[in-house]
């Protein structure tokens, strides 16, 4: 079986675009995230921004190995908005992401049906003004071991051209490297099978 190794996001905020309906208007924003935080933080700014607006709906996912997501219909009819939004990032296939649309009220009713084609159109104006990212998957390993050993841990780390994260080298070492998914159990045991060496698979994303 195939290990998917690999992941869409976007490298950077996008430019506002703008989708009118019947005299309303709806702003769509498209932001990579890595925490619920920024998603916050991101909101805020675009409530101080469009302070007049009516609606502030978003939906975000965050993850790749454990998604989390929220869809949020910010006062419009239960999934007239938020849905709509996520069902664009769905599409798009991405995750790291917040989409944001801002709507004013021009007065006129749209209906349910309006509204789920209007903040459906507004993110999917975001997301294909962004720019689309592929990154890969990685996993990461703490290798413990003691300052004699350091010649075949690094063989192997030089060898394969493991990227290092950080290193804490004193008497007991302690080397944290990031492998792509699909060489990660190779990796491991490469160095599980070196005597007096300890790696341990890290909690991530």
Known sequence: ????????????????????????????????????EEAKQHLERLKKQHHSARHWCYAWQIGVKKIRFRANDDGEPSNSAGQPIYGQVQSFELTNVLVVVVRYFGGVKLGVGGLINAYKRAAQLALETSDIIEKTIDV??????????????????????????????????????????????????????????????????
Do not use: W
Not at 13 to 19: K, S
Not at 174 to 203: C, G
């Open 1 to 36: 079986m195939d290990i998917k190794d690999t992941y869409k996001t976007i490298s950077t905020a996008t430019e506002e675009v703008l989708f009118k309906d019947k005299n309303s208007k709806f702003f769509g924003y498209a932001f990579p995230i890595s925490s619920e």
């Open 140 to 205: 990461d390993f703490l290798i413990i071991f003691e300052y004699k050993d350091m010649n075949k841990v690094m063989r192997i780390i030089k060898e394969h051209q493991l990227k290092i994260t950080r290193q804490e080298l004193e008497l007991n070492c302690n080397i944290y490297i990031s492998v792509r998914k699909t060489v990660a159990d190779k990796i491991n045991s490469f160095f599980s099978a070196l005597y007096e060496v300890t790696i341990k698979e890290l909690e991530n994303q």
